[in-house]
């Protein structure tokens, strides 16, 4: 069974820096698209950035750009998203999502077939 598996989430000071893995099972990251999304308490879900895994190709939100980073680990299978300068305003629920046979990524939720459970990122003040 095709999975995603959220990992890293956790409680980080103001400031501080954290690193979200996105790991595939089941299937490999061959000419995927993969997404990384948040969604904080009462608010809709907000596209971060996403990257190419046939070449690597990343785009993020503008929001995003200078303080996250995404990168692939074809070997294990896994994307990551390295957070820093965190704010209490990052705060949310951590999601990826990918979606096959893609040569190109985006940050439009509906594109994406396949979810992870999302992972808890608190930041404190």
């Known amino acids: 069974e095709a999975q995603l598996v959220e990992s890293g989430g956790g409680l980080v000071q103001a400031g501080g820096s954290l690193s979200l893995s996105c790991a595939a099972s089941?299937?490999?990251?061959?000419?995927?698209?993969i997404g990384w999304f948040r969604q904080a308490p009462g608010k809709a879900l907000e596209g971060l950035g996403c990257?190419?895994?046939?070449?690597?190709?990343?785009y993020y939100s503008d929001a995003m750009k200078g303080r996250f980073a995404l990168s692939i680990d074809s070997a294990k299978n896994t994307v990551r998203l390295q957070m820093s300068s965190l704010k209490s305003e990052d705060t949310a629920v951590y999601f990826c999502?990918?979606?096959?046979?893609?040569?190109?990524?985006?940050?439009?939720?509906?594109?994406?077939?396949?979810w992870g459970q999302g992972t808890q990122v608190t930041v404190s003040s």
């Open positions: 999502a990918t979606e096959p046979l893609r040569s190109h990524c985006t940050t439009v939720a509906r594109v994406y077939s396949y």
């Open positions: 089941g299937f490999t990251f061959d000419d995927h698209a």
């Open positions: 990257i190419v895994s046939s070449d690597a190709f990343t």
